[in-house]
């Protein structure tokens, strides 16, 4: 039996490329689409959960494998941030837009005065377009006065223009009520029916305080003229032309400061009481002196207008 030299040589081939291939696998192929299989022969398919092996064409040590989702550590949460305060800007001041910074609106503009007239006219005391109020008042009140040295009544009216609510400007008078013998006054003969009449009036002006206020305080006075009469009354009546005669006159200067108060009960009804003294002079009338003609005065006011 003939024994070829071949035989030894083919064994220990069958031995060493076991050894060989388990210490060098071949590389894998590269990713690509998988070849058609050969008519006649299949070709093993990997397992689904096997990890794919990365070419190494260097021939080094395998890559270890990239850790998967699962094996990453999970992140700790983190709290959302707060929301920061939007600051409001202050009226007209610089104030923040998603655009950039911005000024503020300006103020607007006050309008512009209108031009002068051509018709300007001087302003004048009574002039309806002023910035004063005009009224007026007219009135009546009883006084009480001292006389030839008695006391005595008398009966005074008054009426005047009431500019811008302060001051009036106007006239008046008061005249005697209560009847004077006048036997002993005057020159001789003297008759028993004598009878002894006084009156005066002139202009009044008074200037009103706090005249807006339901209650005002006013300063004022009357200066004027008067007259004394005496004459004989012949007891049939009382009408001062029919009834009396032999009239004897005495013209005298009054002077009458007054200080009083007001109240304003409606915009067309005022109530008062002043004060003062009347001061007389040029009394020429036998028994009769000036002292005797003037004295102290107090009157009530019954004012209706418009105030």
Same mark, same amino acid.
């Given at each position: ?7 030894p040589?083919?064994?220990v ?6 050894s060989? *291939?388990a210490a060098?696998?071949? @590389? ?10 050969s008519?006649g022969q299949?070709q093993?398919s $990997? ?5 794919a092996?990365?070419d ?5 040590? !395998?890559d270890?494998?990239e850790?998967g989702?699962a094996d990453? !550590? @999970?992140?700790?949460?983190t ?6 305060a939007t ?6 001041? %610089? $104030?923040d837009?998603p655009y ?7 103020k607007?503009?006050p309008?512009p005065e ?5 018709d /300007?006219?001087?302003a ?7 910035d004063y109020a005009?009224g ?7 006084a009480? +006065?001292?006389?030839?040295?008695r006391?005595a009544?008398l009966?005074?009216?008054e009426?005047?223009?009431?500019? /811008?609510?302060m001051?009036?400007l106007g006239g008046?008078?008061?005249g005697?009520? +209560? ?5 002993q #006054?005057?020159p !001789?003969?003297?008759d028993?029916n004598?009878r002894?009449?006084?009156?005066y009036?002139g202009?009044?002006?008074? #200037?009103h305080?706090f005249s807006?206020?339901? %209650? ?6 009357l200066?004027g003229?008067g007259?004394l009469?005496?004459a +004989?009354?012949?007891?049939?009546g009382n009408? *001062?032309?029919?009834? #009396?005669?032999?009239k ?10 007054q200080v009083?108060?007001h109240?304003n009960?409606?915009r067309w009804l005022?109530l008062?009481?002043s004060?003062? #003294?009347?001061?007389v002079?040029?009394v ?6 000036s *002292?005797d003609?003037?004295?102290?005065k107090v009157?009530?006011?019954?004012h209706?207008? *418009?105030f």
């Amino acid at each position: 039996m003939r024994v070829s030299l071949n035989a030894p040589c083919c064994i220990v081939a069958l031995l060493i490329a076991p050894s060989v *291939w388990a210490a060098d696998p071949p @590389p894998n192929p590269a990713p690509g689409p998988a070849a058609a299989p050969s008519s006649g022969q299949e070709q093993p398919s $990997a397992p689904a959960d096997a990890p794919a092996v990365p070419d190494d064409p260097e021939g080094g040590a !395998e890559d270890e494998p990239e850790a998967g989702p699962a094996d990453a !550590e @999970p992140e700790a949460p983190t709290a959302a941030p707060a929301p920061a305060a939007t600051p409001t800007a202050p009226s007209n001041t %610089v $104030a923040d837009s998603p655009y950039g910074t911005t000024a503020a609106p300006p103020k607007p503009s006050p309008p512009p005065e209108p031009p002068p007239t051509d018709d /300007d006219v001087p302003a004048t005391l009574f002039d309806s377009h002023s910035d004063y109020a005009i009224g007026g008042f007219g009135g009546f009140g009883p006084a009480y +006065t001292r006389f030839a040295g008695r006391n005595a009544a008398l009966m005074c009216g008054e009426g005047a223009v009431l500019i /811008d609510h302060m001051l009036s400007l106007g006239g008046g008078g008061c005249g005697l009520v +209560t009847e004077f013998d006048a036997e002993q #006054y005057g020159p !001789e003969p003297h008759d028993p029916n004598d009878r002894l009449q006084f009156g005066y009036g002139g202009a009044i002006v008074r #200037y009103h305080f706090f005249s807006r206020q339901m %209650v005002n305080v006013s300063v004022g006075g009357l200066i004027g003229a008067g007259g004394l009469v005496i004459a +004989t009354w012949d007891g049939a009546g009382n009408d *001062w032309e029919s009834d #009396y005669s032999h009239k004897r006159g005495d013209g005298v200067f009054v002077f009458e400061p007054q200080v009083g108060g007001h109240a304003n009960l409606t915009r067309w009804l005022r109530l008062g009481i002043s004060a003062g #003294y009347r001061f007389v002079s040029g009394v020429d009338t036998q028994g009769l002196s000036s *002292w005797d003609v003037g004295g102290p005065k107090v009157i009530g006011h019954i004012h209706l207008g *418009w105030f």
